[in-house]
């Protein structure tokens, strides 16, 4: 157990990791680009981050989050986002299914917006 896992596990009890790769328009892997777990309508004093990652040259992340996530009620979805300076934000709601440890997922992140 490394001590990133080691220490997320002290606070937060059990983890499962949750894992997979932000990349741009034409699936290319995006480097470097900044990866967050959040719940959005956590309380009244504003969102909760729930763990953070940082994807590497090939645009793999992998956090852990807590494996009681899906016992918070069902009106209760966390969202995980991405943001890379020169690309538009990208996130996935799982409103139903939060995946497991053998479910990575595809974050794609856009072109700059034009204002």
């Known amino acids: 157990m490394g001590v990133t896992t080691s220490l997320a596990w002290m606070i937060l009890g059990a983890t ?3 894992s997979g790769t932000v990349v741009d328009g034409d699936g290319r892997p995006i ?3 900044s990866v967050w777990l959040g719940d959005t309508n956590a309380t009244r004093s504003g969102p909760e981050t729930i763990a953070t990652a940082g994807t590497d040259e090939q645009g793999r992340f992998r956090l852990e989050r807590p ?6 009620g069902a009106a209760w979805s966390p969202t995980l986002w991405a943001y890379h300076p020169g690309r538009r934000l990208g996130f996935i709601e799982f409103k139903r299914h939060i995946p497991g440890a053998d479910e990575p997922v595809r974050l794609e992140l856009g072109p700059p917006a034009s204002t």
């Open 67 to 72: 494996d009681d996530l899906a016992g918070r």
């Open 31 to 33: 480097a470097g680009a």
């Open 16 to 18: 499962i990791p949750l």
